[in-house]
């Protein structure tokens, strides 16, 4: 098979009831837009009649093609796949829920004719969210451009379309808690936006509970900056230079008055304020330290049980060893 224009890449954890509207509105606008196109679903271990309603989807359309992971993998690792396996000379990464609009594509892609490399989608107005996640979100994007060097757009999710030399750029990170949207603001070349509006999940629920988002965003910030490192080290000197003043008051009472000092409630609040920051900075240096070692295991990030509607040497699992940087 010869490589498509598109591919659209498609994470899916538990989407069973979306998974029929979503393939109608992916190929009735990939079909208006003139260009040929792949679908490369990733099954990211549902435990829902997704494999079964993609298998069928793969039999009955030669344009579908679907990665089922061994297990749930997450979202980050579920769309690094679709990338790895995608043919396309653009290929777009979009959510399985219908938040992000199929309809967008057309406009990345002329974007794409234009020279851009990667044309991602900011998110103008979020309707479908909850008031808490759009808080959340709000707050987490500003942060994260406040604390790191690389120019990572704010409101903007994972829903883009990047060039092939993009994708190629992409398969030369090993990271193992990746996240995507960080890296791809990292490799540079041409890169633009363009809004929309964010709509409600077309079915279901959210497959991102606050545990979920926590960790992600936890990914981000540690990826992506040692601000928090740096913190630890600020904290530090404030209390080392608290407890010298300290010091001179402590001894001054000592020698030179009558005082007598009862002192359990200071005593108190010292050792657990003291207690606290040393918990604090300890968390934090465990957060990248977790990280490392993460890293050095030098796992695979994912391991593939079937392949549907790929060529034979391509299927099984990604090589644990780092990738050789192919061409570029
Ligand atoms: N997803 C996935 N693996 C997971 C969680 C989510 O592949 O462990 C997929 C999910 O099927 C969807 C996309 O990631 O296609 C975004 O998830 P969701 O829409 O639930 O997140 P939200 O929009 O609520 O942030
Ligand atoms: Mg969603």
Redesign the pocket.
């Known amino acids: 098979m010869e490589r498509p224009c598109l591919s659209v890449v ?6 069973e009831q979306v998974i029929a509207a979503l393939y109608r509105r992916l190929t009735s606008t990939s079909e208006g837009l003139g260009a040929t196109y792949e679908l490369v679903f ?1 099954n ?1 271990g549902s435990t829902d009649r997704s494999m079964v309603l993609l298998t069928e989807l793969a039999a009955a359309d030669r344009r579908v093609r679907v990665l089922n992971f061994s297990r ?1 993998f ?2 980050q690792v ?1 769309i690094t796949a679709g990338m790895d396996h995608a043919r396309g000379e653009a290929v777009v990464v979009i ?3 219908l ?1 992000d609009p199929p309809e967008l594509i057309g406009l990345m892609l002329e974007k794409w004719r234009e020279g851009y490399d990667v044309v991602y989608a900011v998110r103008e107005r979020r309707e479908g ?1 909850t008031l808490f ?1 759009r808080a959340t979100a709000a707050f987490f994007y500003r942060l994260l451009k406040r604390i790191t060097h690389v120019e990572i757009p704010v409101d903007t999710g994972d829903f883009r379309l990047m060039s092939r030399r993009a994708i190629e750029a992409m398969k030369l990170f090993n990271e193992r808690n990746r996240f995507v949207r960080g890296l791809v603001s990292w490799i540079g070349f041409r890169q633009t936006g363009i809004t929309f509006s964010r709509s409600e ?1 077309f079915a279901g629920e ?3 509970p606050l545990r ?1 988002m926590i960790r992600f965003a936890l990914d981000g910030i540690v990826s992506f900056s040692f601000i928090p490192l740096q913190l630890a080290t600020f904290f530090g000197f404030i209390a080392s230079a608290m407890s010298f003043l300290g010091i001179l008051w402590v001894v001054y009472l000592r020698l030179f008055t009558q005082e007598t000092i009862t002192g359990w409630a200071s005593m108190m609040v010292i050792m657990l304020f003291l207690g606290g920051v040393q918990l604090l900075t300890l968390g934090i240096v465990g957060e990248y330290i977790g990280r490392i070692s993460d890293e050095v295991k030098r796992r695979p990030l994912y391991l593939i049980q079937d392949a549907l509607g790929f060529d034979s040497r391509e299927d099984g699992a990604r090589p644990p060893a780092p990738r050789k940087s192919s061409h570029m």
Do not use: S
């Open positions: 498609v994470p899916i954890f538990n989407e990733v990211d749930n997450g979202h579920a959510d399985a829920d938040q969210d996640k999940r959210t497959k991102y979920k």
